[in-house]
């Protein structure tokens, strides 16, 4: 199932001493949480309706220190930028300490990522902090993403602040009769009546001889000043006092993972395909941050990747826990935490059905934790 090779350096390191040697600031963030949380699980929320997706955040968010989202499956996504599906969950994801990942997989020409991630409808970037990306483009496609996320970046935390004021002009401005008075006017001659221009007809229609006059004048200011927190700047003000205990609000910084390796049956990703990606990651090192993939890529001494990995399946409570577990019969082949966190050296196991489909979803999710956890402290050498 895994490669054979020699164990890197991280695969037997903590969460906490990886975050002391990682650069990227998404990716130590991450580790801490994971220390901090005990938990290295991301609920994989394929639900159709934003109030579900909404209340599956609430309910999980303790265990979880990822939820992956696909926004382009949810009925009633609400795009508003301030009290949106996005921003309700960013108040979520403070409250209950995990990060947001768009499962997104982009896998188009430059331009045209940069355009998917920064804006349309969803402006993914604004609240998801994690996306990743099909390498079938190339690396081009990575560097198209790297570039919109630093844009973006530089000018995130900076609001705009618009004022308006409404006022009428002061009588100083007006002659006695009422008109305008033009402060040139004293120094320039008045025009003979042959250079006049002739009445207005609409004036002598619908005025029936009476003088204009301004009512009031409306003045509008923006500005940009900076924001100092580091929480979404169009977030929703319910739940923004509520930050998960133990560690600061996460980075502005956006974070990538390449699709590197899948856990479908027949899939088409080959070793030179993953093998790309890798380089990718190390090419784009302060963007990329891991991978989505089935083991762990780190070989290279200053590798220090996340790997998250679908296809992660518990057999029922009772039964073996390292027993075979069955396919979906739509190509996905599933394995367990003890294999892929204990054997394979992933990071973070995504579950999705597992745990939308159990009884006690809340409950299901606190057991795919334990195991995950129990797997990474016997992989660490670390007695549970």
């Not at 921003?87 to 990942?101: D, V, W």
Request: with cysteine.
């Amino acid at each position: 199932m895994c490669a054979t090779r020699d164990r890197h350096p991280t695969f037997k390191a903590s969460f906490a001493e990886r975050a002391n040697n990682v650069s990227h600031p998404l990716a130590n963030y991450l580790l801490r949480l994971m220390e901090l949380k005990k938990s290295n699980l991301c609920l994989s929320a394929d639900v159709t309706s934003a109030r579900e997706l909404l209340t599956l955040a609430d309910r999980i968010g303790p265990s979880i220190v990822v939820l992956k989202t696909h926004y382009d499956l949810v009925a009633g996504w609400d795009y508003h930028p301030q009290t949106g599906t996005g921003a309700k969950l960013g108040a979520l994801a403070r409250k209950h300490g995990f990060l947001i990942f768009e499962d997104r997989k982009f896998g188009d020409i430059g331009s045209t990522v940069q355009l998917q991630y920064t804006a349309g409808t969803a402006r993914i970037i604004d609240w998801a902090h994690i996306v990743n990306v099909n390498m079938v483009p190339g690396k081009a496609a990575v560097t198209a993403l790297q570039q919109a996320a630093a844009r973006w970046r530089s000018r995130v935390n900076y609001e705009v602040r618009t004022s308006v004021s409404v006022g009428t002009p002061v009588s100083d401005s007006f002659d006695e009769n009422g008109e305008e008075v033009d402060e040139q006017s004293t120094l320039a001659p008045t025009p003979a009546s042959k250079d006049l221009p002739p009445p207005s007809s609409f004036r002598g229609e619908h005025n029936n001889g009476r003088k204009g006059s301004i009512v009031s004048i409306t003045t509008l200011t923006q500005s940009f000043e900076p924001v100092d927190s580091p929480r979404f700047a169009n977030s929703i003000a319910e739940g923004d006092e509520l930050v998960y205990a133990g560690i600061e609000e996460p980075p502005w910084e956006r974070g990538l993972l390449i699709l590197a390796q899948m856990s479908s049956e027949g899939n088409f990703m080959t070793k030179e395909y993953t093998q790309a990606c890798v380089e990718a990651a190390r090419e784009h090192n302060d963007f990329v941050m891991g991978f989505i993939s089935q083991e762990t890529l780190n070989s290279e001494p200053t590798d220090a990747f996340i790997s998250m990995t679908p296809g992660c399946q518990l057999p029922p409570e009772g039964d073996e826990e390292d027993g075979e577990v069955a396919g979906d019969g739509l190509g996905q082949q599933y394995n367990t935490p003890s294999k892929l966190v204990g054997l394979c050296g992933t990071d973070i196991i995504i579950v999705g059905r597992g745990i939308l489909k159990a009884a006690s979803p809340q409950g299901e999710a606190e057991r795919y934790r334990r195991k995950a956890w129990k797997a990474y402290l016997h992989r660490i050498g670390q007695r549970t």
